[in-house]
Every structure is written in C-alpha cells, then in structure tokens.
C-alpha cells in the first residue's frame, strides 16, 4: 500500500489531536500500580515495553538533566519518588465520578496535562524555522499585535539563533528591564500576560479555584518566614544548610529529644515541620465534612443506617470493584449510590435519599482520601518523603553553594513573601467578595517583577559558574525544537506538520481502510479550522489584556511601586485570558464524567453548570458566574471531538512515540561515544 501525503494542516493536526490524548491517558495512568515500573529509565523497569513514551521523553529530555537533579543517584528516583507514587497508586484515591465535582487532584492533573501536550507537540513536531515578523527589532509594547508578534520572534532566535547567550550577557550587567532590546521587553509582555492568564485561570476560573486559595492561606500561615530569613544569612553554607534542614526537616517528637541527647536511636517517628504543613492543608475542611455527615445520619429523609453501612463496605472494596460500580453506572446511566445498591443487596434508595446518599458518599471518599495521603506522606515507615528531600538537597549542594554566594538569598524570601501575600489576598473574603480579572494578576506580576529580575541579575553577575549550567541546559533544552531535517531525514514541506513524526502518521493513515481513512481526514481538517480560530480568538483576548493593562513608557515607574494590588481600574472579564492551552485544559474538565445526580440520568459532565458549582467551597456572585461562563465557552464546546480519529490510532500513535524515543536514546548514546 503506498503511503498518501498529508498536507502540513492535516499533518499538525493530527499530532494535535493524538498528543491531546495521549498526554491525559498516560498521566492518568499513574494511578494504576506498576505504571512507573512500565515507563522506562530512570525508574526501576520491569522489562515491560514503555507504556509512557510520551512523559518518559518529556521528562528524560527536560528534567531529569536539570543542574542539580541531573546528580541524584538512582536511588532517588527508584526508592524514594518511585515507591511514594507506588503506594498512591495502591492507596486507590476516589475519582471524580463518585465525588460529584471537579476535585483539585482532577483540576492539577488536567492542568498538568495540558501544559505538557504543549512541549510535547514541539518536542515532535518541532518549532519551523521561519523568517522573523520585522528586520529592525522595533517592537512597541504598548501594541498587541506587536507583543504577540515579538514573541514569535523571540521563539525563533532562542531555537534558531543566540538570543539566550545575548540575554545572559545583558542579564549580568542589569536588573532593568528596560535595558534589553526591545524584542525581549515585548516578549516579556507577552509571557507576563500569558502567566497571569494561566493564574487567573487556575485560582478563580476552575470550580476548585477558592478551594486552592484558601488551602495555600493556610499553608502561608504556617511557614516560619522569620527564621528561614535568619537561617539564610548565616556566612558558612554549610552550617545554613545544616540549619535549614533542622528546621523543616527535624521531627517534633520525644524521641527526637532523647536522640539529640544520645539516650536513643534516631527514629522516623513523628512529623517535621514539611509534614505538618501538609497535614494542615489536606485536613483544611475535615471539620465541615465530619458535620454535613452527621447532617445526613440526623436526616429523615437521608438514607437508612444498612444503606449508610453498604455505602461504607463499598469505600473499602478494592480498584476492580470501585471501577465495575462506575462503569456500571456510566452504562446505566443512574446515579452510582443506586448501582451500589443493586450490585450489593442495599434497599432501594427513593428519590428524596438519593442526593442526599450521593453528599454522604463524596464526604466520605473525601475523609478516607485525605487519611490515605496523610498517610503516604506524614506517618508512612519509612518516611520516604523526607529521605527524598535530604538526597535532593545534597544533590543540589553545588547549587545551593553558588546562590549563596551570588544571591541575597533572604532578601529573596522577603521577596517571595510579598508576593504570596499579595496573591493570597485573592482568596474570598465573603459571599460578594469582588472577583478578580486577568488584569489584576496582570498588575500583580508586574508590581513583583522587579525581584524576579534582581534575584537573575544577582546570578549572572555573581555567579558565573551557576549562571553558566542553566545557560547551558537552556540551550540544551531549546535545541530540542528545533527541526533539523537533515538529522531527522524530515522533507522541508513537511517541516510544518508532525515534524519528526509526519512519515510514521502518514503511514498509519494510509494503512486504514479507505472509509476510515475518510474520517480520519475529515476530523483533521475539521480540527485545523477549530485551531486557526482558536489562535484568532486568543489573539484578540490578548491584545484586550494588553490594551487595557499598557506598559507604561518608564517601565520602572510600575517596577519600583510598593503600592498594594487594587482589582478597581481593571476591566473585569469573567471569561479566561488568552491563552490556547486554557481551552485545552478545559476541554480535558468538560469530558470528565460524573455521577448522574437524577434516578434516570442523565450521566453528567465537567462542564454541566450543577457540576462547575458544586465543591467544598459554595459558588456564589462573581466567581460563580466566572466558573459557568469558563465551563459554557463557546470555543472549548465548538471543538471537534475527534473520537473516530483517537478511536483509530491512538494506541499505533503509542507505539510510533514508542520508537521515537528509542531512536533518541541511541542517538544520545552514539553521541556521547562520539565527546568521548
């Protein structure tokens, strides 16, 4: 069978519409046990194929040759992360379906997924070499169009030329933003926007958005600010190491009394300040959910004590029986509390106990889960938590010495504790508490900027051996995407589309019958229309941002202010910002499926309005109203669904990902033999 060229659109778009998939599959894939142990080095293989090519490329080309994390041993990554992801894995936390709304696990994961189908689609399909917007690097940052335009180009010159090496240079001789060309200030506008979106999004958009903010109050609270300051300007580093670790790390038990006198044996007894964080975060509403329970024990109308007990018995079966009662309620249609009751004898729940009966088992699931968590990271023996913090900080000693030396490392944490406060003062204050837009985490970022550039300023300039390793890994990173089509035997007209990856698509398409074939096609160019809407849209949403939110002409005018962050100027959008990637990320939210709620359905979804306003944190006023307009976008529910395409080739597209990254391991290998 001879093999059909696609064009570059259909090409692109398929890999789009794959690596959708396939990012969310093999993130969701970690909650099965062994997932890691099937997802290649650096983790402890079984000799399985790799069942996460996509991650374990990701994640061996970007993360794990970090300066600093590349010198962990082994260990690190099979005893210590590998065993704590191994017994959340075992530990079997609810999901989403029997929970009755969007969690923040679910919201982290599809968030996570989103932002990593990003490099992904670069990592593969590469980033074309195109000819820059303008030739005179004159950028107005004031103007929209010129703002996304310089971004572009910005991309182009860290792929393509020596942006980074000149950045790094000018970095060392300045903290004012002002003093880069004009390309990198525009660039900046645009990443800061981006950011801010990306904020505004996660902490006011999603349904759990308030929950984060609250939860994060509570953690601030907690963290001794003062003397991390002190401990930090002690001159010998390794006595402030030594003094940091004793601080975050040192277990509040007797025992720990009795080992520092020598009487006993050290012992992983007890929690340190890490665990107790923790543990204060995860337990944040345990009081609310212990009342609505005896609210619904106390109920007339709730379901009977058996019902209660049968509710309770299903929370302690194992994985295949929590996954048969979904998928048996999903197939029938009907809320999961009446599948229990069928599939294990209960009576009959009538239609006034079943909301009720679904509250009492989402309060419960969310106890048992937090127990579980609780746990794995704060009473697990042995504490594998902090034996991984130990080893990561020892392996970042070399790090940790150079920023000291370059860095006022306290002023640093005052620096980062500004910020927070700042950001937490988002967190809802009352029922008609103003909701905040894209352009008050616009403002928030720029107040704080200054900092970010000081603390790199500082690095370059003092740390030059420091600065040197990220500039290196840097450029490592972003030679990733670059297309090389005499490397990757890629032709030129085909350097727009899957890149590496277009011939293996092309002929994965070409093998499937001619109707199928059809479909397939159909639905790529179906999706490629939807995403150059999609980068209008975002583009227009941008230049609103940036229109409403200008770069004043004296940048440090706006860097230098100490005023607090005020929500009354900004133009208040309850839609979300620009950005792509949040309606990809939406997309994963609105196809997550729920509990019906009624006795004949229907089975609901993420993006259904009783859904995106239920949560631990009632929906009410201007956050309520933000959530339904994100979840109701027109633009994440006009996108095409694709389903015959992932239907067809998502599992060949595993595999093809497979092989790729098993050319990349040898061709880094052959590398290597060469430098030597």
């Not at 990012?23 to 079984?46: H, I, N, V, W």
């Not at 917007?133 to 940052?141: E, K, L, P, V």
């Not at 000018?170 to 990443?191: P, S």
Request: hydrophobic share 40%; net charge negative; aromatic share 6%.
């Amino acid at each position: 069978m001879t093999t059909e060229h696609m064009s570059p659109e259909q090409a692109r778009a398929l890999l789009d519409i794959l690596s959708h998939h396939e990012a969310y599959q093999e993130l969701r894939d970690l909650r099965l046990p062994g997932a890691l142990s099937r997802s290649g080095t650096p983790f402890k293989t079984d000799g399985e194929p790799n069942e996460m090519p996509l991650l374990h490329a990701l994640f061996s080309s970007f993360l794990v040759p970090l300066p600093g994390l590349r010198d962990v041993t082994p260990d690190f990554y099979q005893a210590k992360c590998q065993e704590i992801i191994e017994e959340f894995a075992k530990a079997d936390l609810s999901e989403s379906y029997e929970a009755g709304y969007i969690g923040i696990r679910k919201t982290l994961a599809t968030a996570t997924a989103a932002l990593l189908e990003a490099p992904a689609r670069g990592y593969y399909g590469g980033f074309p070499k195109k000819d820059l917007s303008r030739t005179d690097s004159a950028y107005d940052t004031s103007k929209p169009e010129d703002v996304v335009a310089a971004f572009q180009d910005f991309l182009q010159r860290v792929v393509y030329g020596t942006l980074l090496d000149e950045m790094f240079v000018k970095a060392a001789e300045t903290d004012k933003l002002e003093e880069h060309d004009l390309l990198v200030q525009a660039a900046h506008e645009y990443i800061l926007v981006i950011l801010a979106s990306f904020l505004h999004y996660i902490l006011i958009i999603t349904p759990e958005g308030q929950t984060m903010l609250t939860m994060m109050k509570q953690a601030n609270a907690l963290v001794p600010y003062t003397a991390i300051r002190q401990t930090l300007k002690i001159g010998n580093v390794a006595t402030m190491i030594n003094a940091m670790m004793k601080l975050i790390l040192t277990k509040m038990t007797l025992n720990s009394v009795t080992t520092f006198l020598g009487i006993t044996n050290a012992s992983d007894a007890g929690w340190n300040l890490l665990q107790t964080i923790i543990w204060t975060v995860v337990n944040w509403d345990t009081n609310s959910l212990k009342s609505r329970i005896t609210e619904i024990e106390k109920n007339s109308a709730g379901p009977t004590q058996s019902q209660r007990e049968i509710l309770v018995a299903y929370m302690d079966k194992d994985r295949l029986e929590h996954d048969k009662c979904r998928t048996m309620s999903e197939a029938k249609s009907e809320p999961i509390v009446v599948t229990i009751m069928e599939e294990y004898g209960g009576e009959e729940l009538n239609e006034k106990q079943i909301p009720l009966a679904l509250d009492y088992l989402s309060a419960k699931v969310s106890l048992q889960d937090r127990k579980k968590i609780i746990a794995i990271l704060c009473s697990g023996q042995p504490d594998l938590l902090t034996q991984a913090v130990r080893e990561c900080v020892a392996a970042y000693d070399p790090v940790i010495r150079a920023l000291h030396k370059a860095v006022d490392l306290s002023g640093t944490v005052s620096d980062f504790q500004a910020f927070l406060d700042d950001l937490l003062a988002f967190a809802p204050s009352g029922k008609h508490s103003p909701n905040a837009s894209v352009g008050d985490f616009v403002r928030l970022l720029r107040k704080h900027q200054k900092s970010c550039h000081r603390f790199i300023h500082q690095v370059c300039k003092n740390g030059s051996e420091l600065s040197t390793w990220y500039k290196e890994y840097a450029r490592a990173s972003a030679s990733q995407f670059g297309v090389n089509d005499l490397k990757e035997n890629t032709p030129v007209s085909n350097s727009g589309g899957a890149g590496k990856l277009t011939s293996q698509l092309e002929n994965a398409v070409s093998q499937l019958p001619e109707k199928q074939k059809a479909q397939v096609l159909a639905e790529c160019n179906a999706y490629a229309a939807y995403h150059a809407h999609l980068a209008t849209t975002s583009k227009s949403e941008m230049i609103f941002e940036v229109e409403h939110e200008p770069v004043p002409k004296k940048l440090k005018r706006v860097f230098t202010s100490s005023k607090p962050v005020t929500r009354e100027p900004s133009p208040t959008r309850p839609t979300p910002g620009p950005g792509m990637f949040l309606r990809r990320w939406q997309a994963y939210v609105n196809a997550t499926a729920i509990t019906p709620s009624q006795p004949t359905g229907p089975v609901r979804y993420g993006g259904d309005i009783d859904v995106v306003t239920a949560g631990r944190i009632p929906k009410t006023g201007a956050a309520k109203d933000a959530q339904i307009q994100a979840a109701e976008d027109k633009e994440v529910k006009d996108a095409p669904r694709c389903t015959k395409t992932v239907e067809l080739l998502a599992a060949r597209f595993r595999e093809i990902l497979r092989e790729a990254s098993h050319v990349s391991t040898v061709e880094a290998e052959l590398g290597k033999a060469e430098v030597k």
